[in-house]
């Protein structure tokens, strides 16, 4: 191996340059490529004028994320002794909802840019990617929002379990207010659905959801 006093200046120059590139320069993971792409996508399509705007979020959303797993982890301990029946009704109100919160949230980010600042892997096939959303029109002083995307590899087929908007983690949000309501409605799963079928009524209608 040659040296790098042999090298003539030129390359002696590019190897050092080469050394001195920092990470944000190194080649995106397939996760990150992942994230910046479908996030992206999925916010022209809510700052999209289209009529078909829901409908077409709602396809999207199904296509990135894994809505039952996340329905899962959110109903928490009182899965287990839940009857296929409650279950499945549950499932089913959960995907309205989450379609829902999502394009609650991603649309106040509308006009707004994804910028990927890295990534770690969790485990194998299990990584979280860090992301800011860059607002155009944000003052000089204001800093980014900080927007976490949990990523899992499913079969060949990455999707997203978990949103964290400025460090809160929306599964687990959810699943600690969902544990609370069943906490002071005896462990009713019905109660719990057709409190996620209001919110979810609520949050279409444009306004907060009040829980």
């Given at each position: 191996m040659?040296?790098?006093?042999?090298l003539?200046?030129?390359?002696?120059?590019?190897?050092?340059?080469?050394?001195?590139?920092?990470?944000?320069?190194?080649?995106?993971?397939p996760?990150?490529?992942?994230?910046?792409?479908?996030?992206?996508?999925?916010l022209?399509?809510?700052?999209?004028?289209?009529?078909?705007?829901?409908?077409?979020?709602?396809?999207?959303?199904?296509?990135?994320?894994?809505?039952?797993?996340?329905?899962?982890?959110?109903?928490g301990?009182a899965?287990?002794?839940?009857?296929?029946?409650?279950?499945?009704?549950?499932?089913?109100?959960?995907?309205?909802?989450?379609?829902?919160?999502?394009?609650?949230?991603?649309?106040?980010?509308?006009?707004?840019?994804?910028?990927?600042?890295?990534?770690?892997?969790?485990?194998?096939?299990?990584?979280?990617?860090?992301t800011?959303?860059?607002d155009?029109?944000?003052?000089?002083?204001?800093?980014?929002?900080?927007?976490?995307?949990?990523?899992?590899?499913?079969?060949?087929?990455?999707?997203?379990?978990?949103?964290?908007?400025?460090?809160?983690?929306?599964?687990?949000?959810?699943?600690?207010?969902?544990?609370?309501?069943?906490?002071?409605?005896?462990?009713?799963?019905?109660?719990?659905?057709?409190?996620?079928?209001?919110?979810?009524?609520?949050?279409?209608?444009?306004?907060?959801?009040?829980?």
């Open positions: 040659r040296s790098l006093i042999s003539s200046p030129a390359c002696r120059l590019v190897f050092v340059l080469a050394l001195m590139l920092p990470a944000a320069a190194q080649a995106a993971t996760a990150e490529i992942f994230v910046s792409t479908n996030i992206e996508r999925g022209q399509i809510l700052g999209s004028d289209n009529p078909q705007r829901s409908s077409r979020f709602e396809s999207f959303l199904e296509g990135l994320t894994d809505i039952s797993r996340i329905g899962r982890f959110t109903l301990n899965r287990r002794t839940a009857s296929p029946q409650d279950l499945a009704a549950f499932d089913t109100s959960f995907r309205n909802y989450a379609v829902a919160v999502y394009q609650s949230r991603l649309s106040k980010y509308s006009g707004q840019t994804l910028k990927v600042t890295g990534s770690v892997e969790n485990g194998p096939g299990d990584f979280t990617v860090s800011v959303m860059v155009p029109e944000a003052k000089s002083d204001q800093q980014p929002l900080p927007v976490g995307f949990r990523v899992v590899n499913e079969g060949n087929r990455m999707v997203v379990i978990d949103v964290s908007v400025a460090g809160v983690w929306l599964s687990i949000e959810e699943r600690d207010q969902f544990s609370a309501f069943l906490s002071q409605h005896n462990g009713s799963i019905p109660a719990l659905i057709q409190h996620l079928n209001q919110l979810t009524t609520q949050l279409r209608n444009g306004g907060p959801a009040q829980r």
